[in-house]
Structures are given as C-alpha cells and as structure tokens.
C-alpha cells in the first residue's frame, strides 16, 4: 500500500472541512481513493435520508453506481446487510452466495465482480451508511486492507456528522438530504452531458468535477446551471464550449 498516498488521502478528506464544503465531492474522494489504496476494483457508498432510507451518493465508476441501485431496488446485498446490522460484510466468492443474495449476486457477477467488502459509516451506535468494496478476482480483502477501508470510512463519517459543528440529528439529516437531492441533479447534468459529447456516464461526471474544481464551485452547483442551459461547458472529447441550451429533463 502507498503510504504517502495514504497520508495524502487523510489529509485530503480533512481539508474537505473548509468553507465551501460539497458533500459529494467529499464522498467521492472516498470511493475514488478507495480504489486507490485497496486492492478493490471499485467503491460505492450509500447514505440513508432523514426516513432511514438508503441511497446511493457516491461510486468509483457507473458501473458500481448502478449495481448500488440494483442493491436498493431489490433491497437485497451486502451493502444493505451491512447498514441493518452496523457490522462489516464479506463475500469472498459471488459464486457460492446465491442462496445469501439470489438476486444481487448473479447481478454483480455479470457486473464482473466476483467478491464484496461491505464497511459501515458509523460512530458508536448512529450508522449513517455503508461503504461497499468490489473485486474482479475471488479472494477476500485482506486485514490490514479492511483496517484501512474502515478507517477511511470513520474518518469520513466523523468529518460528516462533526462539520461545522453539526451534532445535532436534525441538522445532520439535513445535510445528507441536500446531498441526496444535489445527486439527482448530477445525474441529469451527467446524462445530458454524456449525450451532447458523445462520452460515457463515467467520462461525463469526470468533466464535470474537473470543472468544478477548477472554477473553486460546488460540483452540484455547477451541475444545475448545466442541466438548466445557464453555464457552458468545455468538452476535451468535442474540443470546444457547448452553448447553452433549454433545459432537457432527464430521468436520474
């Protein structure tokens, strides 16, 4: 494991706590850096809303991001296990947990995962999510990389329930509701933008948060003046500024 990478990852997630927070480009530092440090092939993490109910915020890749929603849509898998139960869940083989999850398995097999390490976002009894690890090769994730992911997602959700001093659980859910309704409307600019260029979903949100980055702007926020035509964007695979255009509702 790379231990400056490491460090700079920790670092990286504290300096999240500025002014200007965005919570979801927070939470895809760490599925992204996830990926990085692990021996995993992609991350996907879900949050539960004000009602307790899961939903995805944040994944390494689309392909992650939509077998989280296969997850969700039939409330069967690891990552839902492992919220209910605020413990770690292991699959170390895909193959033989049919009969555990006859429905999410064969789905993240043809995904082409083949092993899954479920962590919980908790700290001490208030689980607020679970972080889900994926593996192309059979093998479970090994001690000290499950020490390390644990890590990772207390360390994010100390800085979530802890920022800018929010300890109380209302203001905590309102928090985590803005980031679920700034996700919808990522995923819109994300679509409409992936058809405009002619890229990929994984491609279009990689322009996107570049973007925002680069302009010091909340990735959501730059993703609703897209969505509704009021902000052009640079694509490198047109090579030139997209004029804005009437807004295209889509379908997250």
Not at 3 to 20: C, I, K, R
Not at 98 to 105: E, K, M, N, Q
Not at 140 to 169: F, K, N, Y
Request: charged share 25%.
């Amino acid at each position: 494991m790379d231990a400056e990478l490491l460090s700079e990852t920790f670092v990286e997630l504290t300096d999240t706590m500025v002014a200007g927070f965005d919570v979801i480009d927070f939470l895809h530092v760490l599925t992204d850096r996830s990926v990085q440090l692990l021996d995993v092939s992609a991350a996907g993490l879900l949050l539960a809303d004000p009602r307790g109910e899961l939903r995805v915020v944040a994944a390494s890749s689309e392909t992650a991001r939509l077998l989280e929603l296969f997850q969700l849509q039939n409330d069967q898998g690891p990552c839902l296990d492992c919220y209910r139960t605020g413990q770690p869940v292991q699959a170390a083989d895909l193959a033989a947990a049919v009969r555990r999850w006859p429905r999410f398995a064969p789905a993240a097999r043809q995904a082409g995962f083949a092993a899954v390490q479920a962590l919980p976002m908790r700290l001490r009894e208030q689980v607020i999510g679970a972080l889900n690890l994926f593996r192309a090769e059979p093998g479970a994730l090994a001690p000290a990389g499950i020490r390390v992911g644990q890590a990772l997602a207390d360390v994010a959700t100390i800085s979530l329930l802890h920022e800018r001093g929010m300890r109380h659980s209302d203001i905590l859910n309102e928090q985590l509701q803005t980031a679920l309704n700034s996700r919808v409307i990522i995923e819109q600019a994300k679509g409409k933008l992936a058809e405009r260029l002619g890229v990929d979903m994984d491609q279009a949100f990689t322009l996107l948060r570049n973007r925002a980055r680069a302009s010091n702007r909340r990735l959501s926020d730059l993703a609703r003046a897209f969505v509704d035509g009021t902000e052009p964007l640079t694509g490198p695979a047109a090579g030139r500024t997209l004029p804005p255009r009437p807004a295209t509702r889509l379908i997250p």
